[in-house]
């Protein structure tokens, strides 16, 4: 591998076993959680359904969705129209995996195994891996070793902005895949 490009995101998971439990404890809110063996008492879609409401503000949806829902009650039904949706087909136990993966991950401890060239990558308003992680994390690849590279996408649209506001990143991926051989 020639090059790396983390993009909205950390090497290393937070929050522990307490961010878990809290996670549970939000599901268990819900009647029909029953200990995460929900699957035929209805399912837990209002409790995931709010879970996600609230993800996608985080997220910057309010953001993305301004133009064209310019009235904050309809932009607010159509956030949970989405989120509904995402409800009725993402399984609550799922979560709970994910998120104990997700504070158990820790490349920081390899990272003086990274061989490639790195593209270290933020939005400049996302909520869940700010730009202000962003100087240790160059701080940390470069004490390993790594030749690495930061940028910060200009974007209102939070977390999601490495997708939604692609263009705005596109050209310093550009460049950084111009650097690497040609076989990559």
Known sequence: MDGLVP??????????????????????KDPNWNGGHYYE???ITRVLTDMRVAT????????????QFPD????????????????????????????????????EKDMSKIKAKVLYVISRTDKLFPPS???????????AGVTADYFEIDSELGHSASGLDAAKWAPR??????????GA
Do not use: C, H
């Open 133 to 143: 992680i962003a100087p240790a994390v160059m701080e940390k690849l470069k004490a």
């Open 41 to 43: 008492n209805g399912g």
């Open 173 to 182: 991926l550009k460049v950084f895949m111009a650097t690497l051989p040609k």
């Open 72 to 107: 904050k009650a309809a932009r607010e039904a159509e956030i949970v129209r989405r989120a509904e949706g995402w409800s009725k087909v993402f399984d609550g136990n799922s979560l709970v995996v994910l998120r104990r993966a997700s504070v158990n991950f820790d490349a």
């Open 7 to 28: 993009v909205v995101s950390a090497p290393k998971g937070s929050g522990g076993e307490a961010s878990v439990k809290a996670l549970i404890d939000v599901l268990a």
């Open 56 to 67: 996608l503000k985080r997220y910057g949806i309010d953001e993305q969705l301004a133009e």
